[in-house]
């Protein structure tokens, strides 16, 4: 930390901090973006339920 500046008669240290938060939107509608298209695959692509010989009703 650094020394006072002469103009300070009380010779106090004064310790400042601030923290700003920011929010990239880009990457959040990115990350959707990704996560909208696994679950479209997913629907597409994924195991057919009327298919699946393991169920209750087998």
């Given at each position: 930390?650094?020394?006072?500046?002469?103009?300070?008669?009380?010779?106090?240290?004064?310790?400042?901090?601030?923290?700003?938060?920011?929010?990239?939107?880009?990457?959040?509608?990115a990350g959707v973006g990704m996560l909208a298209i696994a679950f479209v695959a997913y629907r597409i692509f994924g195991p057919d339920p009327e298919d699946d010989e393991s169920g209750p009703l087998a």
């Open positions: 930390m650094q020394d006072p500046k002469p103009a300070n008669i009380s010779g106090s240290k004064t310790v400042t901090h601030s923290y700003t938060h920011r929010i990239d939107w880009g990457y959040v509608a």
